[in-house]
C-alpha cells in the first residue's frame, strides 16, 4: 500500500487500511485477507487488490478524488465472524472482544496483544467516504452456469439455526422390543425427513436450508440412542420468509411431539439479519458492467461477507465474478484470469462515476 503511494496502517485489530493522501471524497474499496484452513487463493484477497490496484492507478494518474483501501482482519471468524469490518464501523463491543476466543481456547485479546498491533482503531470517516465497493470470486456455481460475467450482489441472505433434540431412553437393542422402546434417534430422523420434504413447498425460489449436524447419544450400535439432536439452517434474503419457514418449522417439532413416545424440542441458536445493498450504488455498479458485458446476473450472496456489516454504516455495493466449478472455501478455488481483470475494470469504472457523482450531486442516497 505504500508503494502505491498510500498512508498505510494496522490498527488494532490487524485492519489494514490505506489512504490515498489528501482530503478528498473517497470510496472505500475492501474485502478481507483472511483465509479457511486450506482455502483458495481469491476469497477475500481479491477484492483487496482490486482496491490496492485501482488506488494505485488513480495516484499515478492524478486522479482528483480518489481510494481508501481496507483489508479487513478476520471475516472467516477464526476467532470472531468479521472482526475487522466490525471494529472499523464500531459496532465491536469491548465485551464481544474480550470474549472472543479461538483454535485451542486462545483468546483473542492475547493473540492481538502478542501481534503487538497499534492500540488505534481505524475507524468509517463519513465525511470523506461516499460509499464501499467490495469486489469477491462468487464461490457458487450461478455465473458460471448463466454464462455472466459479473453478477450485482442485492443483498446478504439473513441465516436462521436451530438446534432440534429429543430424549429417550437408552436400551438394549437386541432385547427390548420395538413398541417399548423410546427411540430419541428415531423420532428425530423422521422428523429431519418430514422437515426436508416440506421445505421445497414452504420456501421461496432462492431460500436454501442444510441439515449439517447430527448427533446421537449414546451413540453405540447396540444401544438404542437415548438423545439425538440435529442443527438445521435456513437462509434467505426475505426476513419475512424466515419468519414464515421458522413458523411452519416449530409447528412440526411440535407435532413431532405431540405423537412420539420421547420429548421432542427445539431452540434458536443463531440468527444473523438479512442486509439489503444499496440500491442506487448498485445501479450504478449494473449500468457500469453492463458497459463491458452486457446485463450483469442481479442475484442475492448467499456467503456473508463484510459488506453485511459495512452497509449498516454507509452506502455499500458487491460485485461478484465466477468461480470455476463454483468451488470455494477449498485449495482448487480459481477464476478465469479474464474474468479477474473484467471484474477490476468494472469496479475501476464504478468508482470513477461514484465519485463524479459525488463531486456533482450528492453521495448515492439509501
Ligand atoms: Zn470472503
Given amino acids: ?74 471475516e472467516e471468524g477464526t476467532f470472531l465472524p468479521c472482526l475487522g469490518s466490525k471494529s472499523y464501523c464500531g459496532v465491536l463491543s469491548n465485551d464481544d472482544l474480550a470474549r472472543a476466543a479461538g483454535p485451542d481456547e486462545r483468546r483473542l485479546s492475547d493473540v492481538l496483544a502478542a501481534a503487538g498491533f497499534s492500540a488505534e482503531a481505524s475507524r468509517f ?32 441472505v439473513g441465516i436462521r439455526r436451530f438446534r432440534v433434540r429429543a430424549s429417550g431412553q437408552a436400551d438394549h437393542a437386541g432385547t427390548t422390543p420395538m413398541r417399548l422402546r423410546k427411540d430419541a434417534g428415531a423420532a428425530l430422523i423422521r422428523l429431519a425427513a418430514r422437515i426436508l420434504e416440506s421445505m421445497p413447498a414452504m420456501s421461496a425460489g432462492e431460500t436454501v436450508w442444510n441439515i449439517g449436524a447430527m448427533e446421537f447419544k449414546p451413540g453405540a450400535a447396540n444401544v438404542v440412542p437415548a438423545e439425538a439432536s440435529f442443527i438445521l439452517e435456513i437462509r434467505d434474503l426475505d426476513e419475512k420468509v424466515l419468519d414464515r419457514l421458522q413458523t411452519r418449522v416449530e409447528a412440526m417439532v411440535a407435532e413431532a411431539a405431540a405423537g412420539a413416545p420421547v420429548a421432542v424440542a427445539h431452540e434458536s441458536i443463531g440468527r444473523i439479519e438479512a442486509v439489503a445493498m444499496d440500491r442506487a450504488l448498485a445501479d450504478i455498479v449494473r449500468k457500469v458492467a453492463a458497459r463491458h458485458v452486457g446485463e450483469p446476473m442481479i442475484m442475492p450472496s448467499g456467503a456473508g461477507h463484510d459488506a453485511m456489516v459495512v452497509a449498516r454504516t454507509m452506502p455499500s455495493a458487491m460485485l461478484f465474478i465466477p468461480s470455476i466449478g463454483g468451488r470455494s472455501h477449498n485449495i482448487v478455488e480459481d477464476t478465469r484470469e479474464d474474468d479477474i481483470v473484467l471484474g477490476c475494470r468494472v469496479l475501476a469504472d464504478a468508482v470513477n462515476e461514484v465519485l463524479s457523482r459525488a463531486g456533482s450531486t450528492d453521495r448515492p442516497g439509501r
Fill in 125 to 156: 470517516e463519513p465525511d470523506r467516504q461516499v460509499a464501499y465497493l467490495e469486489a469477491h470470486i462468487e464461490q457458487g456455481p450461478k455465473l458460471e452456469a448463466a454464462g455472466a460475467r459479473i453478477g450485482i450482489v442485492t443483498g446478504i
Fill in 1 to 74: 500500500m505504500a508503494e502505491a503511494g498510500l498512508a498505510a496502517a494496522i490498527d488494532r485489530v490487524g485492519n489494514v487500511y490505506g489512504r490515498t493522501p489528501g482530503n478528498r471524497r473517497t470510496v472505500l474499496i475492501g474485502s478481507h485477507t483472511d483465509s479457511v484452513p486450506n482455502g483458495g487463493w481469491l476469497d477475500g484477497a481479491l477484492g483487496v487488490m482490486y482496491g490496492l490496484e485501482i488506488a494505485r492507478a488513480m495516484i499515478e494518474a492524478g486522479h482528483a478524488g480518489g481510494v481508501d483501501v481496507i483489508s479487513f482482519q478476520d
